[in-house]
């Protein structure tokens, strides 16, 4: 099992540039997370899914959008990217809601400039 | 607001020696709670999670978690630290999702092992 695989790994945008961090998991899990790290700030939540064609606003949503077409994927999109997007991303994955841990892929480390 | 809050940004302790790291949530009712690992360029990692119950639960690695309602507190202990344990731990809660899993994150502490 892959677990929770995010893409790419690193990137640099250029302010304005828009581009999709894609996140794939293979443990049929229901529910979907997408979270932003920022020193010192801990996670915030950006977008969440708790099923397929089911998506809902975290914390933190502006600048950013999300799609979930299938129960493995959960792509995050950045418009017109912004230099208070840079930061670590992080998606996360579980069975179903509260008394489920999340399962966390490696992130992807975004600056842009 | 629920929060969860880690007061200690930075420690250090010696190799062997104890180690408590804090939690203090702010919920209305008790959360389920959790403490996650993170390793450097990895992600999140589950130690431990408390639901409900005995409130000593342990973990992997050797970690263990107290809860304590009365100090709305949830501190994270292991006897004796490895050099292997060196990373970021973040301590996590949520209820009232709506079974949604929103976890809310503490800020998170940085744990340093000197030889």
């Known amino acids: 099992n892959a677990g929770v695989t995010q893409t790419p790994k690193f990137r640099i945008l250029k302010i304005g540039q828009s581009m999709t961090l894609q996140c794939t998991q293979d443990?049929?899990?229901?529910?979907m997370y997408w979270y932003r790290q920022d020193p010192g700030m801990g996670l915030k939540l950006i977008y969440y899914?708790?099923?397929?064609?089911?998506?809902d606003k975290g914390e933190v949503p502006n600048g950013y959008n999300v799609s979930r077409s299938t129960t493995e994927d959960f792509p995050l999109r950045l418009e017109l990217a912004a230099p208070s997007q840079t930061s670590v991303y992080f998606c996360?994955?579980?069975?179903?809601?509260?008394?489920?841990?999340?399962?966390f892929g490696d992130g992807t480390r975004l600056s842009i400039l | 607001a629920q929060s969860v809050t880690q007061p200690d940004i930075h420690i250090t302790v010696s190799e062997g020696a104890s180690l408590e790291l804090r939690c203090n949530y702010s919920?209305?009712?008790?959360?389920?709670l959790f403490w996650y690992v993170q390793s450097p360029g990895q992600g999140l990692q589950l130690l431990l999670k408390?639901?409900?119950?005995?409130?000593l639960v342990q973990g992997i690695k050797g970690f263990e978690a107290e809860f304590k309602r009365s100090q709305s507190s949830f501190n994270l202990r292991k006897p004796s630290v490895h050099w292997s344990d060196a990373a970021e731990y973040f301590c996590?809660?949520?209820?009232?999702?709506?079974?949604?899993?929103?976890?809310?994150f503490g800020q998170g502490t940085t744990l340093q092992v000197k030889p």
């Open positions: 996360a994955s579980s069975y179903h809601g509260d008394n489920q841990p999340q399962h």
């Open positions: 443990m049929n899990h229901n529910y």
């Open positions: 899914s708790v099923g397929a064609g089911i998506t």
């Open positions: 919920y209305g009712a008790t959360p389920y």
């Open positions: 408390y639901f409900s119950g005995d409130t």
């Open positions: 996590a809660g949520v209820h009232g999702s709506g079974n949604t899993g929103k976890l809310i």
